[in-house]
């Protein structure tokens, strides 16, 4: 998902956490008077036009519930947890949250997320995809338990695709997208060149270069990119060639002039909006951007498909670590749990999704709210075929064992150790990245073997071991315990 930032929101975010007033409409008050509950929902206001969507939403569940009034907090989503956390610092929590990916473990482990299972039925888990709320995959589920529910598709969080503009590829002479890095470096070249400055033909995405991680992830293992572990090993490899080359890349087209100037200091959204203004040809990047190319730019002839792969062939495939990320929670505090769970419910339900899918392209959790209009999509239907040609199962130690979780957890706690600051670094000031990576790898070895023995010394078995999948092949599908 996309983050947009906004100063104000989380300003006033501060202040609800204090106040508990409402920014986007519903009831202002606890609603006792009337004898409604009151469910109070913290939530991140993306895709932009999200505020006025949750609003519509939440009004038609009112009606549906009359006795229950949503009260909407919204936060930038580089804010959201911290926002949420005051709150629960300041007792005066939401009822449900949105908490998105690693941000779910951050607030159970601080006792604040309530297990939903109680609540949970048969009929409730059949409208997922068979065998998609299996506790040992889902990425819902911890410890046996369900704590989350989720939005999004599956493969969404970590499906990337390449898009490329047809007209300006055709102008520099060439028929179809780069299949390889190295055809991706010359094309880029040729369209820079032949753009004059007007456009240009490529950009690593936004800030901090994040095409460099996409790409790589078609050479070295995910993890390594993602946490600078080989979960073949256990071990750093910040320093292996596939992503060292990719950086390489990135610094020799920003070095020549290729790539387009000020993505240094883009937002999640600017890489869209000059794409679809015709002033950059090609990038890689999550799928939610195919559908705002669309809605700026109608008509522009918008190739998508796979990422290309180093010119000595993909080395790994980009993974699907778990069934769904987690993004709905319930508050272990809430005095509302029964009526939070039906705006929890209501978020899960076929319904909603059709309607988030209808307004925002999106694919979600239920496929049955969107498969049969997205097949008939030439843009979704592209997405799902990238999907099936360039994502397989891949380990998850959060998910294999309590000692994987928290080695994880302790590498999610330092992200210095992780390639970006340094790739970003090497990219911008034209310096090699290996000597960058080779430290990196010491410091992380280091970091491992310290955490190991800290969390030894508090009872918890943990090491480099649970991060070990020795039988794993990136180029084939994990199966977990097998």
């Given at each position: 998902m996309k983050i947009r930032p906004a100063l104000t929101a989380f300003t006033c975010a501060v202040a609800l956490a204090l106040s508990g007033c409402n920014l986007v409409g519903g009831s202002p008050d606890s609603g006792d008077a009337t004898g409604k509950v009151t469910v109070t929902v913290a939530l991140v206001p993306d895709p932009p036009g999200a505020s006025q969507f949750y609003r519509q939403q939440f009004d038609e569940f009112e009606k549906a519930n009359p006795g229950i009034t949503v009260k909407v907090l919204e936060n930038p989503s580089d804010q959201q947890l911290n926002a949420v956390e005051l709150m629960f610092?300041?007792?005066?929590?939401?009822?449900?949250?949105?908490?998105?990916?690693?941000?779910?473990?951050?607030?159970?482990?601080?006792?604040?997320?309530?297990?939903?299972?109680?609540?949970?039925?048969?009929?409730?888990?059949?409208?997922?995809?068979?065998?998609?709320?299996?506790?040992?995959?889902?990425?819902?589920?911890?410890?046996?338990?369900?704590?989350?529910?989720?939005?999004?598709?599956?493969?969404?969080?970590t499906l990337r695709v390449f898009l490329y503009n047809e007209d300006l590829l055709k102008k520099s002479g060439f028929d179809g997208p780069p299949k390889t890095w190295t055809e991706l470096e010359q094309m880029a070249t040729k369209v820079s060149a032949d753009g004059k400055g007007k456009y240009f033909g490529y950009s690593p995405t936004a800030a901090k270069a994040v095409g460099v991680e996409m790409l790589a992830d078609t050479a070295v293992p995910y993890s390594v990119p993602a946490t600078g572990i080989d979960y073949r090993t256990g071990k750093p490899a910040t320093s292996s060639p596939g992503l060292v080359e990719a950086v390489e890349l990135h610094r020799r087209m920003q070095a020549a002039k290729v790539m387009m100037p000020g993505w240094e200091s883009w937002d999640g959204?600017?890489?869209?909006?000059?794409?679809?203004?015709?002033?950059?040809?090609?990038?890689?990047?999550?799928?939610?951007?195919?559908?705002?190319?669309?809605?700026?730019?109608?008509?522009?002839?918008?190739?998508?498909?796979?990422?290309?792969?180093?010119?000595?062939?993909?080395?790994?495939?980009?993974?699907?670590?778990?069934?769904?990320?987690?993004?709905w929670s319930m508050s272990a505090k809430s005095t509302h749990k029964a009526e939070s769970w039906k705006v929890m419910d209501f978020l899960a339900s076929e319904a909603f999704h059709n309607a988030y899918y209808k307004k925002f392209g999106t694919l979600t959790a239920l496929e049955s709210a969107w498969k049969a209009d997205a097949e008939k999509n030439p843009d979704q239907a592209a997405i799902l075929k990238v999907a099936q040609e360039s994502m397989r199962r891949a380990p998850n130690p959060a998910?294999?064992?309590?000692?994987?979780?928290?080695?994880?957890?302790?590498?999610?706690?330092?992200?210095?150790?992780?390639?970006?600051?340094?790739?970003?670094?090497?990219?911008?000031?034209?310096?090699?990245?290996?000597?960058?990576?080779?430290?990196?790898?010491?410091?992380?070895?280091?970091?491992?073997?310290?955490?190991?023995?800290?969390?030894?010394?508090k009872g918890k078995e943990a090491s480099a071991k649970d991060l070990t999948f020795s039988g794993w092949d990136p180029l084939k599908d994990y199966t977990p315990g097998g």
């Open positions: 610092q300041q007792n005066n929590a939401p009822d449900v949250f949105r908490a998105q990916d690693d941000g779910m473990d951050r607030m159970a482990a601080r006792g604040w997320v309530a297990p939903l299972d109680e609540f949970v039925t048969p009929d409730f888990l059949k409208q997922f995809p068979e065998g998609s709320m299996d506790p040992a995959t889902s990425g819902l589920h911890r410890d046996g338990k369900l704590m989350s529910l989720p939005l999004v598709w599956g493969p969404w969080s959204s600017r890489a869209f909006k000059e794409f679809a203004a015709g002033r950059l040809a090609m990038y890689p990047t999550p799928p939610w951007h195919v559908a705002e190319v669309r809605k700026l730019a109608p008509e522009i002839k918008m190739g998508i498909t796979g990422l290309p792969v180093p010119a000595a062939g993909r080395g790994a495939y980009l993974p699907i670590t778990k069934s769904f990320s987690p993004l998910l294999a064992t309590a000692g994987g979780r928290a080695m994880t957890d302790a590498l999610a706690a330092n992200p210095d150790l992780k390639h970006t600051d340094a790739a970003f670094s090497s990219i911008i000031k034209n310096q090699p990245f290996a000597p960058a990576a080779a430290k990196l790898d010491k410091d992380l070895q280091t970091y491992l073997d310290k955490t190991s023995a800290d969390l030894t010394a």
